[in-house]
């Protein structure tokens, strides 16, 4: 196994979720999404959880990673909570959200308190004007990574439990990497995962990768399934 340190990279993550509005615990009018099932190639059902996995706020205009970010940093100082923030997209059917992600909040009672500090880092949310609905999405985010390498393209990731990531020759399109992916689940015998697509910056390179999310992260596993995906894409 390779002994690297812990790397930080810049990158995008693409995955499908099934989300849906939700009512309780929010700012009065806003529009929040809450993730049914985060990771559906891997558990059969919603995992039995009674804190929020992945919530989207919707936010009221587009605003830079720089300017969340910031205002992310701020609100840590204040909360004193654990949370995790990050910038997102949400494509459902013909709309469009602009997205702040919030995951690792410990329960549902500080999302409102949470909201509330963000807005006074200036962070405003867009209003509710639509019913209750439940649908697929894509969900793009942009974030920094933080991961081990392991293996030749094979990273495991330094904050998230479950996850891995393994590098891919070309970049796919939303299709076809569905497509890769069903080829390689059913030639796949090992333990089912989830997987997503995405893609990093470094060393003056784009790397393409999926990320894998399974409870078994040894290099054996991972090498195998980074073979057969390379081998479905060519």
Sequence with gaps: MMKEKTIEVFGTLLKQETILTINDKIMPGTLV????????????DSP??????Y?????Q?????????????????????????????IQVYDEKYDVLRVRHLQHYDLLEV?????????????KKTKKDFEAPSLI???KFFEF?????????????????????????????????????????????????IGAFYKGR?????????TNNLSLEYLEGLRKLYIEKIS
Excluded at 75 to 81: A, I, Q, S, Y
Excluded at 168 to 194: G, Q
């Design 114 to 126: 949470l909201q509330k500090a963000y807005i006074q880092e200036g962070i405003k949310f867009k």
């Design 33 to 44: 999404f809450e993730a049914l099932a985060p990771f559906p190639g891997y558990y059969n």
């Design 148 to 196: 081990n390498p392991i293996g030749e393209g094979i990273y495991i990731d330094n904050k998230e439990e479950n996850h891995a990531y393994i590098e891919i020759p070309k970049n796919l399109s939303w299709k076809e990497f569905n497509e890769v992916t069903m080829k390689v689940k059913y030639n796949w015998e090992e333990i089912k995962f989830d997987a997503a």
């Design 61 to 89: 205009k587009q605003y830079t990673l720089v300017d969340l970010t910031r205002a992310t940093e701020n609100v840590e100082k204040v909360f004193g909570e654990k949370f995790d923030a990050g910038k997102g997209f």
């Design 205 to 213: 390179k784009l790397h393409e990768f999926v990320r894998i999310y």
């Design 140 to 142: 793009r985010l942009v």
């Design 55 to 59: 919530l989207y706020l919707a936010l």
């Design 48 to 53: 039995n959880e009674i804190k929020p996995i």
